[in-house]
């Protein structure tokens, strides 16, 4: 094996990571918890534009199945990447509240995307909310169909460039090329 097929490989698999990460961070993913609370919290931010703002970030405090602590934040989204259009964090903290106060203590399916990372202090965004029973078991069916339609259109482009590439027989025509420019020195 050469050192380009290496290259190649290697820009490859660090390609297939990159984009696995941004799908694995943007895709909703969803967590079957019990809320134990809510927080609101004043953040400061510098901006370069207009000097520092302030925000206030509403938490979603919960517990998993197996008893591993959650956070996780509730801003819009807006109409800002990732596109999931949320305008309603407001309402979601409400249902929360809700959810914390009933003394059934209710599980709840929570869809989210993001991260926790902790040395940063960054949390997934909840998304939605839903009373679900504790055994509830998701299906990511929207990730399922969006990741194989992705696969299939890629499978579609490379195809299409490798006939697109056959078709017009580059090397070929490099050699074409090479011997009328030979031809045309040898004349002279």
């Known amino acids: 094996m050469n050192i380009a097929n290496i290259v190649k490989y290697i820009l490859l698999t660090a390609l297939v990571m990159v984009v696995g990460m941004f799908l694995h961070y943007n895709l909703p993913r969803t967590d079957v918890v019990q809320f134990t609370g809510t927080d609101v919290k004043r953040m400061d931010r510098k901006d370069p534009n207009t000097g520092s703002s302030t925000r206030d970030v509403r938490y979603l405090n919960a517990i998993t ?3 591993k ?3 996780f934040r509730n801003e819009d989204t807006g109409w800002g990447w990732p596109p999931y259009f949320k305008f309603d964090s407001a309402d979601l903290s409400a249902e929360v509240q809700s959810l914390v106060q009933n003394p059934d203590k209710p599980w709840a399916r ?3 995307y993001g991260w926790r990372i902790k040395m940063i202090s960054v949390f997934p965004n909840a998304i939605s909310v839903k009373v679900v029973d504790k055994n509830y078991t998701h299906i990511p069916w929207f990730n399922i169909i969006f990741v194989t339609l992705l696969v299939i259109g890629l499978i579609f482009a490379i195809r299409f460039f490798r006939a697109l590439i056959g078709r017009l027989d580059l090397g070929e025509r490099f050699r074409e090329i090479g011997r009328s420019a030979d031809d045309h020195n040898n004349q002279k």
């Open 69 to 71: 602590i959650r956070v």
């Open 110 to 112: 929570v869809r989210y």
């Open 65 to 67: 199945r197996t008893g």
